[in-house]
T-cell receptor, first 117, second 111 residues
Framework: NAGVTQTPKFQVLKTGQSMTLQCAQD?????MSWYRQDPGMGLRLIHY???????DQGEVPNGYNVSRSTTEDFPLRLLSAAPSQTSVYFC????????????????FGPGTRLTVL | AQSVAQPEDQVNVAEGNPLTVKCTYS??????LFWYVQYPNRGLQFLLK??????LVKGSYGFEAEFNKSQTSFHLKKPSALVSDSALYFC?????????FGPGTRLSVLP
């Protein structure tokens, strides 16, 4: 299994450009999420999905869109890049626990380092 | 809102000494607590988790964590630190449908 893969690893954009960060997992996980990591702020949740066709907003959703057409893929779209979106982006996936309705351990991709000029 | 605190930005410890990385969580039902480690230019890796049961949880690479309900804490520990343990450590709590992460603690183990 490749686990969680993310492309690209690095990206430089100009203000106003749009792009899509790709995320895929081959573990048949229902739950997928996108985080951004900024110094001193830990990981902040952007969007998440509890299954194909279902997405919801996290803590910092503005400026980002997501869709979940398949179980495997969960792309993150930047609509009009801004310097404030310069960050490292992580995708993660996990499976539901058998009991309790909670998700289990998250598996993280290697990250995409994005710079917006 | 649920929150996770890691009161120390940086922890320095000498190789061979015991280490502790602190984490406290806000009270809301039964906590579901995790520790993750991040090495430079890598994604987060799972270390251990607490769901219910024994308050002392053992995880990967010789790490363990102690859950203390009265102090709402979940401190990460290791009896003897290695230089290779130097990394960024995150505590997380599962709340609602999502994980809430602490800000991270940078651990430096000095040879």
């Amino acid at each position: 299994n490749a686990g969680v893969t993310q492309t690209p690893k690095f990206q430089v954009l100009k203000t106003g450009q749009s792009m899509t960060l790709q995320c895929a997992q081959d573990m048949n996980h229902e739950y997928m999420s996108w985080y951004r990591q900024d110094p001193g702020m830990g990981l902040r949740l952007i969007h998440y999905s509890v299954g194909a066709g279902i997405t919801d907003q996290g803590e910092v959703p503005n400026g980002y869109n997501v869709s979940r057409s398949t179980t495997e893929d969960f792309p993150l779209r930047l609509l009009s890049a801004a310097p404030s979106q310069t960050s490292v982006y992580f995708c993660a996936s996990s499976s539901p626990m058998i009991a309790g309705g909670r998700t289990d351990t998250q598996y993280f991709g290697p990250g995409t380092r994005l710079t917006v000029l | 809102a649920q929150s996770v605190a890691q009161p120390e930005d940086q922890v320095n410890v000498a190789e061979g000494n015991p280490l502790t990385v602190k984490c406290t969580y806000s009270v809301s039902g039964n906590p579901y607590l995790f520790w993750y480690v991040q090495y430079p230019n890598r994604g987060l890796q799972f270390l251990l988790k607490y769901i219910t049961g024994d308050n002392l949880v053992k995880g990967s690479y010789g790490f363990e964590a102690e859950f203390n309900k009265s102090q709402t804490s979940f401190h990460l520990k290791k009896p003897s630190a290695l230089v290779s343990d130097s990394a960024l450590y995150f505590c997380a709590d599962y709340y609602g449908q999502n994980f809430v992460f602490g800000p991270g603690t940078r651990l430096s183990v000095l040879p």
